[in-house]
T-cell receptor, first 113, second 115 residues
Framework: AQSVSQHNHHVILSEAASLELGCNYS??????LFWYVQYPGQHLQLLLK??????LVKGIKGFEAEFIKSKFSFNLRKPSVQWSDTAEYFC???????????FGTGTRLTVIP | EAGVAQSPRYKIIEKRQSVAFWCNPI?????LYWYQQILGQGPKLLIQ????????DSQLPKDRFSAERLKGVDSTLKIQPAKLEDSAVYLC?????????????FGSGTRLTVV
């Protein structure tokens, strides 16, 4: 069975601070990994995804994530956050034998101007 | 392109009543998903359709939840009778194919409150 852990439930940062949100997954085979963002009052949007190749994936709005297979991790990073990054961030995994995405519990990011 | 449309946006019902949600996926998307998102949790898959056939409904509480996707386009999710613990946001998503190669496109969801 696949599972996803996001250990940070709520992160509060000042503008221009660096961001790293943790994501660890559990699955024995090949995985596809995703980060979604949900801005207040809006629907879930895809930030970035990893399928294969370069483990450092760049997404929209300056976000990137690094797949570290040995650590079963796919942490999300951004060097300098903005107030507009305030949102909830979800990590999701799709195992090679699965039909659909399995989501973590989410991390709420609050950026203080 | 138009997004995934869901209605209604909000619904408040009393326990034991019935409720239905509607979803119209992106045109051409063969795969449609219904997720339940309880406050403070991540989305949890309820059911997945490929065209008008069910691919996965293992997490759907079939004694009270039902879903259909007639003609392989729009879909309805029904709860009858509703319980207090069904209070959640019900998300519909669609993708071009079941492999989710391009990720899902989500609708805005329907927020259900059962009182």
């Amino acid at each position: 069975a696949q599972s996803v852990s996001q250990h940070n439930h709520h992160v509060i940062l000042s503008e221009a601070a660096s961001l790293e949100l943790g994501c660890n997954y559990s699955y024995g085979g090949t995985v596809n990994l995703f980060w979604y963002v949900q801005y207040p009052g809006q629907h879930l949007q895809l930030l970035l995804k990893y399928f294969s190749g370069d483990p450092l994936v760049k997404g929209i709005k300056g976000f990137e994530a690094e797949f570290i297979k040995s650590k079963f991790s796919f942490n999300l990073r951004k060097p300098s956050v903005q107030w507009s990054d305030t949102a909830e961030y979800f990590c999701a995994v799709k195992g090679s034998g699965a039909n659909n995405l399995f989501f973590g519990t989410g991390t709420r990011l609050t950026v203080i101007p | 392109e138009a997004g995934v449309a869901q209605s209604p946006r909000y619904k408040i019902i009393e326990k034991r009543q019935s409720v239905a949600f509607w979803c119209n996926p992106i045109s051409g998307h063969a795969t449609l998903y219904w997720y339940q998102q309880i406050l403070g949790q991540g989305p949890k898959l309820l059911i997945q359709f490929q065209n008008n056939g069910v691919v996965d409904d293992s997490q759907l509480p079939k004694d009270r939840f039902s879903a259909e996707r007639l003609k392989g386009v729009d879909s309805t999710l029904k709860i009858q009778p509703a319980k207090l613990e069904d209070s959640a946001v019900y998300l519909c998503a669609s993708s071009l194919e079941s492999g989710a190669l391009y990720g899902y496109t989500f609708g805005s969801g329907t927020r259900l409150t059962v009182v």
